[in-house]
């Protein structure tokens, strides 16, 4: 029981378990708030990634596992619901993310042309709708 209580790696070991662990929670409890909606998720979710790749940048074993999970999590739907939240509009995908996402809207080509004109803000999105401050006061489900 000594040997453990000295052993500085598996100390080590535990503090970064800690502070991944700490990271998953604070994760969770943002998801959990009355406010938050699926482009929200999609977000906290990539955050979290983020912050666990900064806390275990040389165990890939760790990192295979974190991407792994995090690919079952983060489903083209997210993406989709990041593209059409006038908070986000695509700002926090990767081009990838964004091709995986269009390429499965393929599946309803009705939907593909409204999802392109609201990127762009074009017909029948007006500039408008586009702006800071109103942005700010109206949800996702508005």
Known sequence: MTAKVVN??????????LDILKSISIAWDKQQKDCCCIA???KIRKE???????ET??????????KKRMDQ???????????????????CLTAEEE???????????????TVIHFSAGGEPFKQYMFV???LKKV????
């Open 40 to 42: 929200d998720t999609g």
């Open 73 to 91: 999590a983060l489903t083209p739907s997210h993406f989709l619901a990041n593209i059409l939240d006038s908070e986000y509009q695509c700002r």
């Open 57 to 66: 940048p040389n165990n890939k074993v760790k990192l295979q596992a974190g």
């Open 99 to 113: 091709r995986a996402t269009m390429t499965r809207g393929s599946n309803h080509p009705s939907s593909i042309p």
């Open 132 to 134: 800071d401050d109103g």
């Open 139 to 142: 949800t996702p489900l508005n």
């Open 48 to 54: 979290l990634q983020e912050t666990v790749k900064k």
């Open 8 to 17: 500085i790696g598996l100390k080590r070991n535990v503090e970064l378990t």
